[in-house]
T-cell receptor, first 113, second 118 residues
Framework: QQQVKQSPQSLIVQKGGISIINCAYE??????FPWYQQFPGKGPALLIA?????SEKKEGRFTISFNKSAKQFSLHIMDSQPGDSATYFC????????????FGGGTRVLVKP | GAVVSQHPSWVICKSGTSVKIECRSL??????MFWYRQFPKQSLMLMAT?????????EQGVEKDKFLINHASLTLSTLTVTSAHPEDSSFYIC??????????????FGPGTRLTVL
């Protein structure tokens, strides 16, 4: 059973556009929500993260919006660049379960020049 | 964040042989490391949690006798794939649990090891 559902599976956006990736979870025991960026053949790199007591967090061009009541969170990539073309994974951490991360299915983002 | 290395970055082996993958935390003493595997175009699946000085905790469905994990020091964890078979071919990635913000632990990933079993 997938505990973190991520959509869309793939996304094509023009350079300068906004990429939006959504995730939904069911387990209310999750207490930390990181996003990772992965390039082909590389390990995931931590991009930005949020705790459930915060509704929005922005770091540069990347913003997380968090809706605790709806159990949903999203990543917005502003002014998307070709170098942002990668696979993005949302994740949810369960601190009480040894800080394990549960990953969403991933979104492949292609930014066209 | 934490800097994590893996060795080797890729390995090709014959069916039936064993392969050892090293995961090192270069700038951080990690009491906990995690091992994942990732199939092409799929997400990361947690295999086991490696705790320094104790036995690893394996996820349901992961054969502990096939995937041996040793976390002998605060900077090194190893994953040994024993009697590897073609279905074990995958991308294996380790992560280190580090502290990003006050009171918040998160995971930093290594570059991964591509295992191909012929």
């Amino acid at each position: 059973q997938q505990q973190v559902k991520q959509s869309p599976q793939s996304l094509i956006v023009q350079k300068g556009g906004i990429s939006i990736i959504n995730c939904a979870y069911e387990n209310t025991a999750f207490d930390y929500f990181p996003w990772y960026q992965q390039f082909p053949g590389k390990g995931p790199a931590l991009l930005i993260a949020i705790r459930p007591d915060v509704s929005e967090k922005k770091e540069g061009r990347f913003t997380i919006s968090f809706n605790k009541s709806a159990k949903q969170f999203s990543l917005h990539i502003m002014d998307s660049q070709p170098g942002d073309s990668a696979t993005y994974f949302c994740a949810a951490r369960q601190g009480a379960a040894g800080n394990k991360l549960t990953f969403g299915g991933g979104t492949r983002v292609l930014v066209k020049p | 964040g934490a800097v994590v290395s893996q060795h080797p970055s890729w390995v090709i082996c014959k069916s039936g042989t064993s392969v050892k993958i090293e995961c090192r935390s270069l700038d951080f003493q990690a009491t906990t490391m995690f091992w994942y595997r990732q199939f092409p175009k799929q997400s990361l699946m947690l295999m086991a949690t490696s705790n320094e000085g104790s036995k690893a905790t394996y996820e349901q469905g992961v054969e502990k006798d096939k995937f041996l994990i040793n976390h002998a020091s605060l900077t090194l964890s190893t994953l040994t794939v024993t009697s590897a078979h073609p279905e074990d071919s995958s991308f294996y990635i380790c992560s280190v649990q580090g502290r990003r913000e006050m009171g918040t632990d998160t995971q930093y990933f290594g570059p991964g090891t591509r295992l191909t079993v012929l």
